[in-house]
């Protein structure tokens, strides 16, 4: 049996790289291709019910609206430092890390330990699923709404 063309983390790799494409361009020149290619058709984003962009996003139009959302409140939203915890051959991968956030509005940079828990289809190479944690809910909402 030969081994799935995609790691998880390949993958997920590929996912950042877009977003920080996306997120960074002004809203009338973002190109949503690069993260739809990473995004599986039944693809679900959750996010937590006390953000702003709170919600259950389904495959790439869902995941667009999403962010949408994350662009009109920040200019810049990069995942440093991630440390990836996975298992040769799963589908399922941790990313504990940092988030560099721009507030748009304002400029305030914000950083703060963000964790997410993804699902892979490791042979169409796209997610399936994500599941991101903050750190600091309530600093996200003051910063944007300043």
């Given at each position: 049996?030969?081994?799935?063309?995609?790691?998880?983390?390949?993958?997920?790799?590929?996912?950042y790289a877009a977003e920080r494409i996306?997120?960074?361009?002004?809203?009338?020149?973002?190109?949503?291709?690069?993260?739809?290619?990473?995004?599986?058709?039944?693809?679900?984003?959750?996010?937590?019910?006390?953000?702003?962009?709170?919600?259950?996003?389904?495959?790439?139009?869902?995941?667009?609206?999403?962010?949408?959302?994350?662009?009109?409140?920040?200019?810049?939203?990069?995942?440093?430092?991630?440390?990836?915890?996975?298992?040769?051959?799963?589908?399922?991968?941790?990313?504990?890390?940092?988030?560099?956030?721009?507030?748009?509005?304002?400029?305030?940079?914000?950083?703060?330990?963000?964790?997410?828990?993804?699902?892979?289809?490791?042979?169409?190479?796209?997610?399936?699923?994500?599941?991101?944690?903050?750190?600091?809910?309530?600093?996200?909402?003051?910063?944007?709404?300043?």
């Amino acid at each position: 049996m030969s081994s799935p063309p995609h790691t998880a983390r390949s993958i997920l790799d590929a996912f950042y790289a877009a977003e920080r494409i996306y997120m960074s361009a002004p809203p009338d020149q973002r190109d949503f291709s690069g993260i739809a290619a990473t995004i599986a058709p039944s693809c679900r984003l959750e996010q937590t019910s006390a953000l702003p962009y709170a919600g259950t996003y389904i495959g790439p139009e869902g995941m667009q609206a999403w962010g949408e959302q994350m662009a009109g409140y920040f200019s810049v939203v990069d995942v440093q430092k991630p440390e990836i915890f996975e298992r040769a051959g799963s589908n399922r991968i941790v990313v504990l890390s940092t988030i560099h956030l721009r507030v748009r509005k304002t400029g305030e940079e914000l950083e703060y330990p963000f964790c997410q828990a993804v699902t892979v289809d490791l042979q169409l190479g796209q997610i399936t699923e994500m599941r991101p944690f903050y750190w600091d809910v309530a600093g996200v909402n003051q910063a944007v709404q300043k």
